[in-house]
């Protein structure tokens, strides 16, 4: 039972009641209960690609699903949400079953969910064996929930970037495909977008702590992903 700590304890306590002293024909000393620690785990795409001599990345203006959401005050993500550990939902190149659901195909699965199409076909659909774990951040919150938290990398192909650099001029020039986006990004909780709006920035920016982010621990992701092609780029040897 992650995020619920006080459910936790009380059954802890319960089960102390319950189990106390053993019968006396038995060869236990005791029932000794610990309290095992419970985590959730979250995955999320770094979508990058290089144009004019530069590392672009893709990112997504947070919608009104979010408590934080103040449309005079835009803030950007990474496509991405919660590893499903019951079962693999499926995405377009990974097919559904009862395990559960490995980081890889909970990122691409992710990014079918986050960039729709008005029709609501995925933009991409993201091979999993192209994705590549280069982040790992874990976080604690005030509930006493932890989340371990995974940044992948994604560099968009050729087709792909303009795929995404038509859906980025589409969604800003046309209020009527936006709102057709948004309409299938809707939370079936909250009932409202999860977002409103795609961009897309330099590298070095992201990196560097100039775009303003909804979750802040993400920027070690772009932080990664700038010394990883600041390395590909720098020839090796004489």
């Known amino acids: 039972m992650a995020g619920q700590p006080w459910r936790n304890k009380l059954a802890g306590m319960l089960a102390r009641f319950i189990h106390t002293a053993p019968p006396p024909y038995s060869t ?9 620690a419970t985590t959730t785990m979250g995955s999320g795409i770094a979508l990058v690609y290089k144009k004019d001599g530069k590392r672009k990345l893709v990112l997504l203006q947070a919608g009104p699903h979010y408590p934080s959401y103040d449309a005079s005050k835009p803030a950007y993500m990474i496509p991405g949400g919660f590893v499903n550990l019951a079962h693999t939902e499926g995405s377009t190149l990974v097919a559904a079953s009862d395990k559960p659901e490995s980081v890889f195909a909970a990122a691409a699965r992710e990014l079918e969910e986050e960039m729709p199409l008005p029709d ?3 933009l991409l659909v993201a091979d999993p064996a192209r994705l590549h774990i280069i982040d790992n951040v ?3 919150f005030k509930s006493g929930e932890t989340r371990q938290v995974f940044g992948l990398l994604y560099e968009l192909a050729a087709d792909e970037i303009t795929a995404v650099e038509t859906y980025v001029e589409r969604m800003t020039s046309d209020p009527a495909y936006l709102q057709a986006v948004m309409a299938h ?3 079936p909780y909250s009932k409202r977008p999860e977002m409103c709006g795609i961009r897309i920035f330099d590298l070095d920016d992201a990196a560097a ?3 303003p982010l909804l979750h802040a621990d993400q920027q070690s992701l772009f932080v990664k992903a700038q010394s990883y092609f600041r390395r590909l780029d720098t020839p090796s040897g004489p």
């Open 138 to 140: 874990p976080l604690r």
């Open 185 to 187: 990004t809707v939370n």
């Open 28 to 36: 236990l000393k005791g029932v000794e209960i610990k309290d095992v």
């Open 209 to 211: 702590g100039k775009i």
């Open 120 to 122: 609501g076909r995925p």
